[in-house]
């Protein structure tokens, strides 16, 4: 295990060590896990002592076994590590995880005590920003859920309008609706949370924000906009969340591979596409910085329209190199002298199969190629010449 300088890190290396994992499980809708563990300022602790902190974590969590990358980050008053690793095997089988919020609390407990680490203070953020576990509407603690997941985000999280609230919260299954009218004369707004599914279904009755308490009713919630886009109102306030997504954006053509690696950055993004499947919205929910804000917010290339042009793009040109790669396997010479046939296969996508391979995984497109025309070589029969033909029907009319 390396302690890594971000500034060194490849991505790309980091999605092909991934990729096996990735590729066996597909159903999990969040492979990735993400612990950000943050020594108290007074505690100098070294490379080597990080690295060996982390390895302790990880063996406790019983990720021990499984590919990470622990980066090291110093942009706040106390050096901190960040530790991105999946909850997926190699077989497919997703990584037993329950109470992992609770387990991480008592595992770093104990790696205080063992290295007379300062205690952290009450709420301090130690743990995996996915410490705030979704709402499970199956259990019968629903009110009590919906209370604590509505207060823990408004607390975590900045967000500058009602729409990037509404992103946020889904994240974590939870709905809202905002509620205006009239009543004996009188202008009124209230706000109703809900369960979601993993799938945004609605589960049950609506909770009117009465119920649960006025810190997360509507005027509450007009005062955190306010003092969010007060906050935010700086642009270097969200240079982080934006050079992260600029890196990634740069290193991907398609959305799916995009939202896979900014997982890895500690970033969702959410893209809301239309029944044809186009891109016409962007969140971007950043649980390092504790932002959700919407892609404009960022810059015009990561809203809606610059995120579609640019995986377009990136798709053609994709296809294009496809395409160049199985002419030029077309034009090789073996040394017999004549051009070698081949059959040339369509891309992978235009099948219908969105996997990277078909048939044998990790292998590249031109070596794909080359297996499967070798393997069917002997099912196409040469073309007859059409004077060939011809003389074959006379013959057969004598």
């Given at each position: 295990?390396?302690?890594?300088?971000?500034?060194?890190?490849?991505?790309?290396?980091?999605?092909?060590?991934?990729?096996?994992?990735?590729?066996?499980?597909?159903?999990?809708?969040?492979?990735?896990?993400?612990?950000?563990?943050?020594?108290?300022?007074?505690?100098?602790?070294?490379?080597?002592?990080?690295?060996?902190?982390?390895?302790?974590?990880?063996?406790?969590?019983?990720?021990?076994?499984?590919?990470?990358?622990?980066?090291?980050?110093?942009?706040?008053?106390?050096?901190?590590?960040?530790?991105?690793s999946l909850r997926v095997?190699?077989?497919?089988?997703?990584?037993?995880?329950?109470?992992?919020?609770?387990?991480?609390?008592?595992?770093?407990?104990?790696?205080?005590?063992?290295?007379?680490?300062?205690?952290?203070?009450?709420?301090?953020?130690?743990q995996t920003y996915d410490?705030?576990?979704?709402?499970?509407?199956?259990?019968?603690?629903?009110?009590?859920?919906?209370?604590?997941?509505?207060?823990?985000?408004?607390?975590?999280?900045?967000?500058?309008?009602?729409?990037?609230?509404?992103?946020?919260?889904?994240?974590?299954?939870?709905?809202?609706?905002?509620?205006?009218?009239?009543?004996?004369?009188?202008?009124?707004?209230?706000?109703?949370?809900?369960?979601?599914?993993?799938?945004?279904?609605?589960?049950?009755?609506?909770?009117?924000?009465?119920?649960?308490?006025?810190?997360?009713?509507?005027?509450?919630?007009?005062?955190?906009?306010?003092?969010?886009?007060?906050a935010l109102r700086d642009?270097?306030?969200?240079?982080?969340?934006?050079?992260?997504?600029?890196?990634?954006?740069?290193?991907?053509?398609?959305?799916?591979?995009?939202?896979?690696?900014?997982?890895?950055?500690?970033?969702?993004?959410?893209?809301?596409?239309?029944?044809?499947?186009?891109?016409?919205?962007?969140?971007?929910?950043?649980?390092?910085?504790?932002?959700?804000?919407?892609?404009?917010?960022?810059?015009?290339?990561?809203?809606?329209?610059?995120?579609?042009?640019?995986?377009?793009?990136?798709?053609?040109?994709?296809?294009?190199?496809?395409?160049?790669?199985?002419?030029?396997?077309?034009?090789?010479?073996?040394?017999?002298?004549?051009?070698?046939?081949?059959?040339?296969?369509?891309?992978?996508?235009?099948?219908?199969?969105?996997?990277?391979?078909?048939?044998?995984?990790?292998?590249?497109?031109?070596?794909?190629?080359?297996?499967?025309?070798?393997?069917?070589?002997?099912?196409?029969?040469?073309?007859?010449?059409?004077?060939?033909?011809?003389?074959?029907?006379?013959?057969?009319?004598?």
């Amino acid at each position: 295990m390396q302690v890594t300088d971000e500034r060194h890190f490849d991505i790309r290396e980091a999605l092909r060590c991934f990729e096996p994992y990735l590729e066996a499980n597909r159903r999990t809708k969040n492979p990735v896990f993400h612990a950000s563990l943050n020594p108290a300022p007074e505690d100098r602790l070294s490379n080597d002592e990080l690295r060996q902190i982390a390895r302790e974590y990880m063996e406790r969590m019983g990720y021990g076994a499984q590919p990470c990358f622990v980066f090291l980050h110093e942009d706040i008053e106390r050096r901190h590590i960040h530790i991105v690793s999946l909850r997926v095997g190699l077989d497919g089988r997703k990584l037993a995880h329950d109470f992992e919020a609770r387990r991480s609390r008592e595992i770093l407990d104990a790696l205080e005590r063992r290295y007379g680490l300062r205690p952290a203070a009450e709420g301090d953020a130690k743990q995996t920003y996915d410490t705030l576990s979704k709402l499970d509407y199956t259990k019968s603690d629903l009110k009590r859920q919906l209370a604590s997941l509505v207060r823990s985000t408004l607390h975590r999280y900045r967000c500058t309008s009602f729409g990037e609230l509404r992103t946020l919260l889904e994240y974590f299954n939870v709905s809202i609706e905002e509620c205006r009218g009239t009543a004996h004369g009188h202008e009124y707004a209230g706000i109703l949370y809900g369960a979601l599914d993993d799938d945004a279904t609605p589960q049950g009755v609506p909770i009117k924000s009465s119920r649960i308490g006025r810190d997360v009713g509507h005027r509450t919630l007009e005062r955190y906009y306010a003092h969010s886009r007060e906050a935010l109102r700086d642009s270097a306030a969200l240079d982080g969340t934006r050079q992260a997504v600029v890196r990634v954006l740069g290193a991907t053509r398609s959305p799916e591979e995009f939202c896979r690696l900014l997982e890895a950055e500690g970033i969702t993004a959410v893209l809301r596409r239309t029944d044809a499947g186009r891109i016409y919205g962007t969140t971007f929910i950043d649980h390092r910085a504790g932002v959700a804000v919407n892609g404009s917010r960022l810059g015009r290339e990561f809203a809606a329209n610059g995120l579609a042009a640019h995986f377009d793009a990136g798709q053609a040109e994709q296809r294009m190199q496809e395409a160049e790669e199985v002419q030029e396997q077309t034009q090789e010479i073996p040394q017999g002298g004549q051009p070698e046939r081949r059959r040339e296969y369509p891309p992978a996508q235009e099948r219908g199969d969105t996997r990277r391979s078909t048939a044998v995984d990790g292998m590249g497109l031109e070596e794909l190629f080359d297996l499967l025309a070798a393997g069917r070589q002997e099912e196409y029969e040469e073309p007859i010449p059409r004077e060939r033909r011809r003389r074959k029907k006379r013959r057969a009319k004598r």
